[in-house]
């Protein structure tokens, strides 16, 4: 296998892994939420309420994509608009009760995953790993 399958195989590990995570949050109960509305729910409780632009620029997605992702979490009612306190102009989002919980069972789901990814591996390999991943993504990093 060389080098040039680099990508094709994270890729692959994510699409795997994205599978793993949506079979398991269906099973806690938030069946339409994907590990990408996770990152937002990840995001909101350590940041508290945001606005749009803000949560774009924080998980790396066009702006038009994160209004789709709240879109349906609001619809599932694991997050709320509200008002800009300082801006009328702005509309943040901030977590229901519901959205913490589906914020507690993502971190669940994330540990699962990460168990599974690394059952087998040496802790020395996963450090390895992690580091590299960290390399690649430097490499890249002019295309967030």
Do not use: C, W
Not at 7 to 23: D, P, S, V
Not at 33 to 61: N, W
Not at 119 to 141: H, I, S, Y
């Amino acid at each position: 296998m060389g080098r040039e399958r680099t990508i094709l195989l994270l890729g692959r590990l994510r699409q795997r892994a994205t599978k793993f995570m949506m079979e398991r949050l269906r099973e806690e109960g938030y069946a339409p939420l994907a590990p990408a509305h996770g990152a937002i729910a990840a995001l909101l409780r350590v940041r508290g309420p945001l606005a749009m632009s803000e949560i774009a620029s924080l998980v790396e997605k066009r702006r038009p994509t994160v209004t789709s992702l709240v879109n349906r979490m609001v619809n599932e009612g694991v997050l709320e608009r509200e008002a800009d306190p300082t801006d009328a102009r702005v509309v943040r989002v901030r977590l229901t009760e519901r959205g913490v919980l589906f914020g507690e069972a993502f971190d669940r789901v994330a540990k699962a995953v990460s168990a599974r990814v690394t059952r087998g591996v040496a802790t020395k390999n996963q450090d390895a790993f992690m580091e590299v991943l960290g390399q690649l993504l430097d490499n890249l990093d002019e295309y967030k």
